[in-house]
Every structure is written in structure tokens, then in C-alpha cells.
């Protein structure tokens, strides 16, 4: 192997750290999360749960529609956060090439740390091992020689899995998999992809990057790397956020309104998911759009309450362009969505009035 990253993710991590404090929730639907009635959505489901549709980040009046006789807790994030830091000192202890996504997830670069695949595989069993000893909760490992593959990889045998994808293995593993387990790919994307007639790794492959390039400008220049199992992303230890924001550029100008809206939509839902693993909420809300002769506009908006809520992010970014952006009658080069002023999150409910909003730019 050249490169060896793990990417290492605690199953339902913190409904399985509620069902080991808890131990009569074990066998039992847990839903975690802000309650209905005050409109939270699920921060995470237990195995029992899933079954039932559930899934994190959405709404738990719906959750509780799939599961009625779920047992719905609040999120005790100082819990979680504890239990994150003694799997984080697991790492650490590994290596300082640790790059933390979430409480629950993190990269690994493991190169030079074991040479053969019988090596890797006992390195990452033992890394499974010493997070049940010290925290009595699984872990799904999954090995490659770089971080696209290797968090695809984590989620091929959950829970308690452990999947190693070798580099002589990587172009039949792609062709077996279906596009929506693509990191990072939206359904406005999806969509797009198979207008052009791709459903599968396998035809991404065969697609011309030009053809790519032109239809989803640098995403698809990235998607086609990917799709060639290429990804030379560095494990890049943490750093805090300030901001997090997500932006595509377009090979061509855009100028289908529906479009454009589409992918703002698909960038901050991806920018608030993203917020959301952080455990963060945000306050401004900032929409960046690049017209065609360059002239780049930036327009916020701070809301009264933070949020991780994709509706209210929604909400207010599709009403930052309608209102505050001024096409000038040309097309768009770059979409780009973002959010700051970003603090922890810890009540897992709303306010009541969330829409209240200053406006500035
Ligand atoms: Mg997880």
C-alpha cells in the first residue's frame, strides 16, 4: 500500500453511548435529539431505530411517525464530548495525523505504521479493541490508500465492521458502487449525473472529464478523479472553525434560475450538515455569487438565534438571492454558501422565532 488512512467511525454513537449508560435502552429503538413539540430533528437513532427509517438530521415529529415506540432522549453533548476525547487520545497515541470530522469520526494516516495487508488488519482491529476496552463501544474501521475510499470503506460492514480496500482492489470496488454512496453528492447533482445517462461509478468512469467538467464545472473535475480512485487529500490534523462554507464553480455560465437554486440549496444543505457533525450552530448566513464577468457579490444575513437547522438556513439564504442578488441580467460563474459566528451547540431544540433577522452585506 502506499498510503494507508483509516477512517474510523463509533456506530450510532451517541444513542449507543445513551444505551451503555442506560442499560435498560439496550435492544430498544433510541432516538436522540430535540422533542417534537418543539420541533427538534435527531441528532442520532439506534441500530433498532434505523430499521424503521430513522436517520440523523431528520425531523423527530417524523421519526417518531416511522418508530412510534421509540424512546426519544435529549443529547447530553458533554457526555459525548467526554467520551470523544478518550477515543481521540486512542489516536493520538497512534499518530499526531489525526484529522477529527465529527465527535464520532476521524482520519488516520497510518503509512509506514504496517507493510503487509495482514499488518494493516491487525493494527485496525487493534484500534477497534482498545476503543471497546475503554469505552465499551464499537467502532466500524475502514482502511484505503486514501480518505474518499477509506470513509466509503467504514460504512461497508457497520456495525463493528472492518473493510480494507487494497490498491489492486480499488477499480472493482468503484464499479460495485451505487452513485448515492458518493460523498458529497446531492440528489441535485445525481440528477444531473444521470441525465447524462451515468447511474454507476463504472459509466463516471468512462465519462470524459472535459464532458464532466462542462456540465458541473469543479465538481465534476472532482468527481472524476474519484471516479479513477484518485484522491490525494492529506490527512490534516484539527484546527477550530470559524466559518464553514461550501462553493462550486461552473465550467459554463448557469443561467436556469431552477438551477441555480438547486445547487444553492444542495450547498447548504451540505454546509449545515456539515455544522451540524460539528456539533455547531451558526448565525450569519452568507450566499457568494460570481457573475460572469467576474464581479463576485457576497450578501449575509445574522439571524437573531443560531441555527443548525437546514429549513431555517434554507429559508434564509433562497431569500438572501431573491432579494439581495442582482443578476444584472448575466449568468453565474460560482455558487457559494456559508455560515459563521458559529458557537456549540447544546440544546438540540429551536426558539420560537427563528426567522427574526438583521440584514447586511
Ligand atoms: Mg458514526
Same mark, same amino acid.
Request: overall charge negative.
Given at each position: 500500500m502506499s498510503r494507508i488512512i483509516a477512517h474510523v467511525d463509533?456506530?450510532?454513537?451517541?444513542?449507543?453511548?445513551?444505551?451503555?449508560?442506560?442499560?435498560?435502552l439496550k435492544g430498544k429503538p433510541v432516538i436522540v435529539g430535540g422533542s417534537a413539540e418543539q420541533r427538534g430533528v435527531v441528532a442520532a437513532a439506534s441500530y433498532e431505530a434505523r430499521k424503521f427509517g430513522v436517520h440523523s438530521a431528520m425531523p423527530t415529529v417524523r421519526a417518531m411517525r416511522l418508530c412510534p415506540h421509540a424512546i426519544r432522549l435529549p443529547s447530553h453533548f458533554a457526555r459525548y464530548r467526554e467520551v470523544s476525547r478518550q477515543i481521540r487520545d486512542i489516536f493520538n497515541a497512534l499518530?499526531? @495525523?489525526v484529522e477529527p470530522l465529527s465527535l464520532d469520526e476521524a482520519f488516520l494516516d497510518l503509512s509506514g505504521k504496517a507493510n503487509t495487508v495482514k499488518e494493516v488488519k491487525a493494527l485496525a482491529q487493534s484500534i477497534k479493541q482498545q476503543? @471497546?476496552?475503554t469505552t465499551q463501544l464499537t467502532a466500524s474501521v475502514g482502511v484505503a490508500p486514501n480518505k474518499f475510499l477509506?470513509?466509503?470503506?467504514?460504512?461497508?460492514n457497520k456495525p463493528d465492521g472492518l473493510f480494507i480496500i487494497r490498491q489492486n482492489e480499488i477499480e472493482a470496488f468503484l464499479d460495485e458502487l451505487p452513485l448515492k454512496k458518493l460523498w458529497g453528492v446531492g440528489p441535485a447533482t445525481r440528477r444531473r449525473l444521470e441525465k447524462m445517462g451515468i447511474e454507476t461509478m463504472a459509466h463516471l468512469r468512462q465519462c470524459s472529464l472535459a464532458d464532466l467538467v462542462k456540465? @458541473?464545472?469543479s465538481h465534476g473535475a472532482h468527481l472524476w478523479k474519484i471516479s479513477q480512485g484518485q484522491d490525494d487529500r492529506e490527512v490534516t490534523p484539527d484546527r477550530p472553525y470559524k466559518n464553514i462554507s461550501r462553493e462550486t464553480t461552473f465550467a459554463e455560465d448557469l443561467v436556469d434560475r431552477d438551477v441555480m437554486k438547486a445547487t444553492l440549496q444542495e450547498l447548504c444543505e451540505s454546509t449545515i450538515n456539515n455544522v451540524r457533525k460539528h456539533n455547531l450552530q451558526g448565525k450569519t448566513l452568507h450566499v457568494k455569487v460570481r457573475l460572469g464577468d467576474f464581479t463576485t457579490l457576497t450578501r449575509n444575513i445574522t439571524l437573531s438565534w443560531p441555527t443548525q437547522e437546514n429549513g431555517v438556513a434554507w429559508h434564509t439564504i433562497e431569500k438572501l438571492f431573491d432579494q439581495k442578488v442582482d443578476l444584472q441580467g448575466q449568468g453565474v460563474r460560482l455558487l457559494g454558501v456559508g455560515i459563521s459566528g458559529l458557537s456549540d451547540?447544546?440544546?438540540g431544540q429551536l426558539p420560537l422565532f427563528p426567522y427574526e433577522e438583521m440584514v447586511g452585506h
Open positions: 463509533m456506530d450510532a454513537f451517541y444513542a449507543s453511548v445513551e444505551q451503555r449508560d442506560h442499560p435498560e499518530t499526531p @495525523l476503543i @471497546l476496552d477509506a470513509k466509503i470503506a467504514s460504512d461497508q456540465q @458541473l464545472g451547540h447544546n440544546s
